[in-house]
């Protein structure tokens, strides 16, 4: 938990300058140095750290305090933007029928990521196909295949032919009728000449409208002449980063990025299709940060909130504080989940948490897959109401009832009630906590809160 504890020395050093009003070279060379710690072990490149490092420091010392400013606001305004700057905006990626390539290392995620994306853009209305080319890794069309049908989205690929130019042609003329056609293309262990001639014959033919450029979160300092070749056979016009639900932070990436002169397109954060999140700048420096992000929490329990409550109601976080946490609370708060994303992200997104209670957890507690979630309420539909608020009324009897009538496992109910047990105790460890973040959040959450707007809107990681 090393970039949790940089993320909270950060936050120690800035709070050192509350109630200051000017900053003195000491300060801004000691919040510096936290900052350059704290994205060279995300694996942002030596160079890019340096840069951000004068632009900061020139900024803090030179510009003056607009007027009813703190020294900390002004500062956290500077490393905010400039971070803005280093990490760019997401890449454009229009509505509209397009040609998307895939490029990258073999393992880096690129079939995953097709499948990811296919799935993204279907829920954006769209009618995405995925063109399997991969004639080189065995397994690679069966992989697809299986991936698209997840996605249940079109797919083409053929097990029984080995030139993937062909593959290529024959799949845009088969998925004609797709709106969004995503080209798998095959990886190497290294960048070898046969995989940038395959790749550059591949675009001949298929003359995509973007080439993306897959990269794992924990490429670290290779980034950048992996992606100068790419971007020098094909040419890149974004790049999506995996594997963010691992511990690296994917910093390196940025080099690929300021290298090809392209973008952050796409974040992928787990196995499922539909672990995949649109770049966004602010929750991404948080993480590189290793600071909690309040904006983009808030506004995605918002956001999961409006919609819980049109279809059921009333519902009140501050429920779920009080009182004792029923199967139905648990049922409310996986549907709003559901629409927020996995919970450990979530609870990642939270100030304070990230090495906290999280830790303390068993890890399958943070197994809430979709699967496992839609079990989990094909189960509640079969639970009386008296079982839903008061669970710990439910027998062996019972078990077995309720394991007839849903279909399930009873194995499966029991986790259902194991996983609610922890809720509850973790829901008991958030009342807990008095004051303190949780509470904040909270009251974020219900205040419409994505902060108090103007140029510090997206200041919310960094609250004071
Ligand atoms: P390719 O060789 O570039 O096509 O890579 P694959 O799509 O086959 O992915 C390689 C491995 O990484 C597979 O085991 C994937 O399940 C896994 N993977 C891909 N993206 C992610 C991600 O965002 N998170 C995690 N945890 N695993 C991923
Ligand atoms: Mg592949």
Redesign the pocket.
């Known amino acids: 938990m090393v970039l949790d504890d940089l993320g909270s020395s950060l936050r120690g050093t800035l709070d050192k300058l509350q109630g200051k009003t000017t900053l003195s070279e000491e300060d801004v060379e000691e919040i510096v140095k936290e900052i350059q710690r704290s994205l060279l072990s995300a694996d942002v490149d030596v160079d890019l750290v340096m840069e951000l490092s004068d632009s900061i420091r020139q900024r803090a010392l030179q510009e003056e305090p607009p007027a009813g400013t703190t020294a900390k606001d002004h500062v956290l305004k500077i490393v905010y933007e400039e971070m803005v700057d280093l990490v760019g905006e997401s890449t454009d990626l229009p509505l509209e029928d397009q040609t998307i390539m895939l490029a990258?290392?073999?393992?880096?995620?690129?079939?995953?990521?097709?499948a990811?994306m296919a799935w993204w853009f279907s829920k954006k209305g769209l009618r995405p196909a995925i063109i399997q080319t991969?004639t080189f890794?065995p397994g690679?069309y069966d992989?697809a295949k299986e991936?698209a049908e997840r996605a249940e989205v079109d797919f083409y690929g053929d097990p029984d032919n080995d030139d993937p130019v062909d593959i290529a042609r024959k799949g845009l003329e088969e998925t004609a009728d797709a709106d969004v056609q995503i080209v798998?293309t095959a990886?190497r262990h290294a960048l070898e000449d046969d995989l940038i001639d395959e790749l550059e014959q591949i675009e001949a033919v298929v003359e995509p409208d973007r080439n993306l450029l897959?990269l794992?979160a924990a490429i670290g300092q290779g980034a950048k002449d992996q992606a100068q070749q790419f971007h020098e056979s094909v040419g890149i016009d974004g790049v999506m980063i995996?594997?963010?639900?691992?511990t690296a932070k994917g910093g390196g990436a940025l080099a690929a990025v300021d290298q090809t002169d392209s973008s952050i397109a796409f974040l992928?954060?787990?196995?499922e299709v539909g672990?995949i999140e649109r770049f966004e700048p602010s929750g991404f420096i948080s993480r590189l940060l290793g600071m909690g992000d309040l904006k983009q929490l808030s506004e995605r329990v918002e956001r999961a909130m409006q919609e819980t409550q049109e279809e059921e109601g009333d519902w009140d976080p501050e429920d779920l504080m009080q009182g004792d946490f029923t199967l139905k609370d648990m049922r409310k708060q996986m549907n709003a989940m559901n629409k927020m994303g996995p919970l450990d992200q979530v609870m990642d997104m939270i100030p304070g948490l990230g090495g906290g209670i999280k830790d303390q957890l068993p890890d399958d507690a943070m197994d809430m897959t979709q699967e496992r979630l839609r079990d989990f309420e094909v189960i509640m539909d079969s639970m009386t109401e008296d079982e839903l608020e008061n669970p710990r009324s439910i027998g062996q009897s019972q078990v077995e009832r309720i394991a007839r009538g849903s279909g399930k496992e009873e194995e499966t109910i029991r986790e259902l009630l194991e996983q609610h047990k922890m809720m509850q105790r973790m829901m008991k460890q958030f009342q807990g906590m008095g004051d303190g973040d949780m509470q904040r959040m909270m009251k974020q959450m219900q205040g419409g809160g994505g902060g108090g707007g103007g140029g510090l809107g997206g200041m919310g990681p960094f609250g004071d």
Request: overall charge negative; charged content about 30%.
């Open positions: 990258g290392l073999q393992g880096s995620g690129k079939t995953t990521s097709a990811k991969d890794r690679a992989q991936m798998d990886g897959v794992d995996t594997k963010l639900d691992g992928g954060t787990g196995e672990d």
